[in-house]
Nanobody, 124 residues
Framework: QVQLVESGGGLVQAGRSLRLSCAAS????????MGWYRQAPGKQRELVAA???????NYADSVKGRFTISRDNAKNTVFLQMNSLKPEDTAVYYC??????????????????WGQGTQVTVSS
């Protein structure tokens, strides 16, 4: 199986920064797109940022200029640097990845995986 393990969440004052990390592990052959989503209480889960294996990025309008997504392909890890945090950024942040895993030698399967989520709370 494949696991995505997030870290780096916490409580921070408005205007400060946090950096989230998410590492994929398991019988991984390759990792394609990776991304971060968030879900605030009473709201739908929304895309925050995504990055392809080639490094192309996409951001939600609400975080452009403040958040930066990056990845370390050698370590199957994606990062989210969050600067100038606002109270409205408060949410559970989830890592997401399209992973090609080796099921048995010579047979691979691509599937989408989610991390368990990490809480980010921004106080005013």
């Amino acid at each position: 199986q494949v696991q995505l393990v997030e870290s780096g969440g916490g409580l921070v004052q408005a205007g400060r920064s946090l950096r989230l990390s998410c590492a994929a592990s398991g019988r991984i052959f390759s990792v394609n797109a990776m991304g971060w989503y968030r879900q605030a209480p009473g709201k739908q889960r929304e895309l925050v940022a995504a990055i392809t294996s080639g490094g192309s990025t996409n951001y939600a309008d609400s975080v452009k200029g403040r958040f930066t997504i990056s990845r370390d392909n050698a370590k199957n890890t994606v990062f989210l640097q969050m600067n100038s945090l606002k109270p409205e950024d408060t949410a559970v942040y989830y890592c997401n990845a399209d992973v090609v895993r080796t099921v048995i030698p010579g047979f691979r399967q691509e599937a989408n995986y989610w991390g368990q989520g990490t809480q980010v709370t921004v106080s005013s």
